[in-house]
Nanobody
Framework: QVQVVESGGGFVQAGGSLRLSCKAS???????????MGWFRQLPGAQREFVAG???????TYADPAKGRFTISRDNAKKTVYLQMNSLKAEDSGVYFC????????WGKGTLVNVSS
């Protein structure tokens, strides 16, 4: 039912970097290749929010907090979506999830990002 597995989170200092991976191994290939995939996050005490998205053509969209610091990419051959996060801030700390954007499936466990000041 859950079609993605997130990984790559960890504990880093402010200004550091992390590279998150979203492996959609259980997602039908045609669905993965045609759908917009995205990263979302849930900060402590807040609702889940959109972070970045990438469509089938590689066009990307970023939420304001991610602009200039985060880069989303996809590798269709590996059915994997990445989120390169640079210049991390303490306020980036939270649980990061990946999913289809237009028609989200079940949400996975996410991967925890903890940025210390």
């Amino acid at each position: 039912q859950v079609q993605v597995v997130e990984s790559g989170g960890g504990f880093v200092q402010a200004g550091g970097s992390l590279r998150l991976s979203c492996k959609a191994s259980r997602m039908i290939t045609s669905v993965f290749n045609s759908d917009t995939m995205g990263w979302f996050r849930q900060l402590p005490g807040a609702q889940r929010e959109f972070v970045a998205g990438i469509n089938r053509l590689g066009s990307t969209t970023y939420a304001d907090p991610a602009k200039g610091r985060f880069t989303i990419s996809r590798d269709n051959a590996k059915k994997t979506v990445y989120l390169q996060m640079n210049s991390l801030k303490a306020e980036d700390s939270g649980v990061y999830f990946c999913n289809k954007v237009e028609t989200p499936g079940s949400w996975g466990k996410g991967t925890l990002v903890n940025v210390s000041s």
